[in-house]
């Protein structure tokens, strides 16, 4: 398994400014992944974070809105840029641990409002 | 392109009732499924996965079981507690490191 922590554990922020979550892992992973969860709705997975290289983003999400870095096996950072309360929801990040079972395990998320 | 669907979308059940939440998927060519507890507000928590020559996996009171071929999964829920009212989620996995499609949940609440 795996234990995942983030920070902040929620914010309220101002319309055109920029947060930055990060990630954080009890161990080394294969894969980690940023969501969102917009308030009512399933989850929509945002990107890949690619240990020391470019993120690998979904449909309808880009680098500059959401910049991701991940210097390492254990870490990773979410940028949300330029909000606006469009962007209000919950963002979480995961990990596969890989090996056959491929279970993915989430943290605990972060609760984004956008005034 | 795979959807996923879970009925119902809500459900209130009074304690120590056996309930079954339902799950499926329009794709049978997935590695495997995985369902998920989210308590309001928060992450979510693993509960049982699925591999896909399986057909059943259980821990504790819950039972999760698999018929892939008619793309469906259920979630029994054995002797229902108010500590399990939340959103139950179902997510299937395409292939082996690939990224997981997420049902629309079902959100429990068990009464005293």
């Known amino acids: 398994s795996a234990v995942i922590s983030q920070k902040p554990s929620r914010d309220i922020c101002q319309r055109g400014t920029s947060l930055t979550i990060q990630c954080q892992v009890d161990s080394q992973v294969t894969m980690m992944f940023w969501y969102r969860q917009q308030p009512g709705q399933s989850l929509t997975l945002i990107a890949t974070?690619?240990?020391?290289?470019?993120?690998?983003?979904e449909s309808g999400f880009v680098i500059d809105k959401f910049p991701i870095s991940r210097p390492n096996l254990t870490f990773s950072t979410l940028t949300v840029s330029n909000m606006s309360p469009e962007d209000s929801s919950i963002y979480l990040c995961?990990?596969?641990?890989?090996?056959?079972?491929?279970?993915?395990?989430f943290g605990p998320g972060t609760r984004l409002t956008v005034l | 392109k795979q959807e996923v669907t879970q009925i119902p979308a809500a459900l209130s059940v009074p304690e120590g009732e056996n309930l079954v939440l339902n799950c499926s998927f329009t794709d049978s060519a997935i590695y495997n499924l995985q369902w998920f507890r989210q308590d309001p507000g928060k992450g979510l928590t693993s509960l049982l996965l699925i591999q896909s020559s399986q057909r059943e996996q259980t821990s504790g009171r819950l039972n999760a079981s698999l018929d892939k071929s008619s793309g469906r999964s259920t979630l029994y829920i054995a002797a229902s507690q108010p500590g399990d009212s939340a959103t139950y989620l179902c997510?299937?996995?395409?292939?082996?490191?690939?990224?997981?499609?997420f049902g629309t949940g079902t959100r429990l609440q068990v009464t005293l």
């Open positions: 995961s990990v596969m641990t890989g090996g056959a079972l491929d279970t993915q395990y």
């Open positions: 997510a299937v996995r395409p292939g082996t490191a690939s990224k997981l499609t």
């Open positions: 974070a690619n240990q020391g290289s470019e993120a690998t983003y």
